[in-house]
């Protein structure tokens, strides 16, 4: 198992940028593909983007490329998400995933952070 702890998250002016980070507990980091979903108030869950577990493949949601990167450091056992040029409709609670699956569908994301909120002003 993997436990995912997130940060970065904060308000920021639209047009800003925000690193968010997830630090993940255990010795077994690389053997988990790792993503990012979030959820705006009123929202259902929506996929942001992820990374394999090598970091050498990376997917992002139509809604947000262009806008994010997503990467990872199996030595500090962390993945990120960078977000630029953010948008008001950018705000919600950003969720760092894990999973095991070479190919994961939307029942493969089986280990959840808690969350870290994105404010973003207009």
């Known amino acids: 198992q993997v436990q995912l702890v997130e940060s970065g998250g904060e308000l920021v002016e639209a047009g800003g940028s925000l690193r968010l980070s997830c630090a993940a507990s255990?010795?077994?980091?690389?053997?988990?593909?790792m993503g990012w979903f979030r959820q705006a108030p009123g929202k259902e869950r929506e996929f942001v983007a992820r990374?394999?577990?090598?970091?050498?493949?990376?997917y992002y949601a139509d809604s947000v490329k262009g806008g994010v990167t997503i990467s990872r450091d199996n030595a500090k056992n962390t993945v990120y998400l960078q977000m630029n040029s953010l948008k008001p409709e950018d705000t919600a609670v950003y969720h760092c995933?894990?999973?095991?699956?070479?190919?994961?569908?939307?029942?493969?994301?089986?280990?959840w952070g808690q969350g870290t909120q994105v404010t973003v002003s207009s």
């Open positions: 255990g010795r077994t980091f690389s053997r988990y593909g």
């Open positions: 995933v894990g999973y095991t699956a070479l190919v994961p569908d939307s029942a493969s994301y089986n280990y």
């Open positions: 990374i394999s577990r090598s970091g050498s493949s990376t």
